[in-house]
């Protein structure tokens, strides 16, 4: 998004704690502030809101935009005196508190789906006036099948193992949301008749999830599968990563056919497995660019990769529908912030 409106001449400036994105937020004409507007630590939000209310004045910004809720609750707190256009991004169903009906705190507000917009309206009366959906969007100039970096492809595979085997992928941190577990019991049946099957892992581990990444690998472990599924940690190099993969699994238990990676997956045109819930636009559709999946069912993932493994892999890239792109994302967002600007 950075990228995007820089792009379009728009001064775009990223307020967070730092990170490995900062490098790219500032190569592509974006600027970085460092502001620790993530902590949760209560004792310290006067303080912090309190800078924020400085560099606010300071900058006197078109539109403050709050895509969490602990930033979103500075925000509020230091959007004062004079009060700047604010809007909110909700990227999911979260629970339901005061501390998450802050998200519905935007003049205007951004759902990733339909049905985030039906739940902010049901749970938080939030004005449907207010919500615009806009889908995640994928880059569809980074996801592209005839730009892969072939050396890289055959440095990763040589390194994890998985030259002639078939690949089976689920991409997204590790974390109990993702239901890797399920991926992993998969994996064990699928083994039993294709032992050159193998489940590659790809994902970082924040310091709170490393006791779940450990039972993870018991749990591989247990099952006799050190050979059967590879954790590969985080990598930049997404869309090589997707490409190699034969078949690639979102298993989220919470709106995983919407999810970024299923776009992306998709895009590489790799056959996609996920997950659904009533209300979903679904990006997967049976049979012809991937399968839906039941939540933690393991027996069921497992028969649907068999059969994914038979999709044609050609055209696949074709079903990712406009909507779903970044520059749709980034034109439907600025749409947001001249129809605030001008009410």
Known sequence: MNRELVARQIDNIVVSRGGKLVAEIQKHGGRHIVMDVGSKNPLTA??????????????????????????????????????????????????????????????????????????????????????????????????????????????????YGLAGRKVILSVGRISHLKDFESFIDAIAIIRNSMPEVVGLIVGGITP???????????????????????????????PEIYHLADVMVNASL??????????????????????????????????????????????????KVIRGLALERKGIRETVPEEYTLAHMAEQTLTVYRDLLTA
């Open 46 to 159: 006067p303080f912090r809101a309190l800078r924020l209310r400085q560099l606010f004045h300071e900058l006197k910004p078109s539109i403050i935009h709050a895509r969490s809720r602990v930033p979103a609750w500075l925000c509020v707190m230091a959007n004062r005196h004079p009060r700047f256009p604010f809007v909110t991004s909700v990227h999911a169903s979260y629970s339901v508190n005061r501390y998450s009906r802050v998200m519905g705190a935007g003049d205007r507000v951004i759902c990733v789906s339909e049905v985030l917009s039906s739940y902010m309206q049901e749970n938080y009366q939030t004005d449907p006036i207010k919500i615009t959906v806009i889908q995640r969007g994928v880059d569809m100039r980074v996801f592209d099948p005839a730009r892969i970096d072939s050396e890289f492809v055959s440095t990763f595979k040589r390194q």
């Open 254 to 303: 919470k709106m995983s056919n919407v999810g970024r990676t299923v776009a992306e997956g998709l895009a590489m045109n790799t056959p996609v497995l996920a997950t659904t819930e009533k209300g979903l636009r679904n990006l997967v559709h049976d049979g012809s660019n991937g399968f839906i999946i039941n939540t933690r069912d393991p027996e069921d993932l497992a028969e």
């Open 208 to 238: 709170d999830k490393q006791r779940y990444f450990e039972e993870l690998k018991r749990r591989r472990n247990q099952l006799g599968l050190k050979d059967h599924v590879v954790f590969a940690g985080s990598h930049s190099q997404m």
